[in-house]
T-cell receptor
Framework: GAVVSQHPSWVICKSGTSVKIECRSL??????MFWYRQFPKQSLMLMAT?????????EQGVEKDKFLINHASLTLSTLTVTSAHPEDSSFYIC??????????????FGPGTRLTVT | QKEVEQDPGPLSVPEGAIVSLNCTYS??????FMWYRQYSRKGPELLMY????GNKEDGRFTAQVDKSSKYISLFIRDSQPSDSATYLC???????????FGTGTRLQVTL
């Protein structure tokens, strides 16, 4: 149980284009989903927290107009990187917290999406 | 100063060794402490979690939290090559709060 999927697993796009990444909780409903970014040999940096049906809360320094997050249902959240540039190349990971969650530890991670912007 | 400090390694040990992984933190509000394992190009997988101070054991893994020293540890007994991964500590002040991660320690267990 508690499986989170991400699609695509790897995407290459040209500078200036937009890319959408999907995050799905496959066997549970998630009221809260998180989006992280991870650079090589660095830790996960939280970008934003999204709750189903409401606007995402972005961390300081994250451009909300560049990283659009939509949490349209209890099992799906999307991250759209708009007008991508090479510096946006990174590993993007989502996680989901079940609505029945009893603790901070209960956050299940997706396998990640590697974005390369050329 | 980062809120959570973790030695990035790499840490190389022979198979069967006891591994000690550690994190220090500065935020005294942290109450929940987690350890995640992350294989290359994969998402993190929860290994263990602890609430407040104390020890917790699960198979070959033992997690320790010393809140007075703001220091947490993960011990792996009888390490296996399959334990080779990056180990991330994470912390949170509350049940609905966001997680703050360490940078991760890369572990390699050699035959």
């Amino acid at each position: 149980g508690a499986v989170v999927s991400q699609h695509p697993s790897w995407v290459i796009c040209k500078s200036g284009t937009s890319v959408k990444i999907e995050c799905r909780s496959l066997d549970f409903q998630a009221t809260t989903m998180f989006w992280y970014r991870q650079f090589p040999k660095q830790s996960l940096m939280l970008m934003a927290t999204s709750n189903e049906g409401s606007k995402a809360t972005y961390e300081q320094g994250v451009e909300k107009d560049k990283f659009l997050i939509n949490h349209a249902s209890l099992t799906l959240s999307t991250l759209t990187v708009t007008s991508a540039h090479p510096e946006d190349s990174s590993f993007y990971i989502c996680s989901a917290r079940p609505w029945t969650s009893g603790g901070a530890y209960e956050q299940y991670f997706g396998p990640g999406t590697r974005l390369t912007v050329t | 100063q980062k809120e959570v400090e973790q030695d990035p390694g790499p840490l190389s040990v022979p198979e069967g060794a006891i591994v000690s992984l550690n994190c220090t933190y500065s935020n005294s509000a942290f109450q929940y402490f987690m350890w995640y394992r992350q294989y290359s190009r994969k998402g993190p997988e929860l290994l263990m979690y602890t609430y407040s101070s104390g020890n917790k054991e699960d198979g070959r893994f033992t997690a320790q939290v010393d809140k007075s020293s703001k220091y947490i540890s993960l011990f792996i007994r009888d390490s296996q090559p399959s334990d080779s991964a990056t180990y991330l500590c994470a912390m949170s002040p509350g049940t609905a709060s966001k997680l703050t991660f360490g940078t991760g320690t890369r572990l390699q267990v050699t035959l």
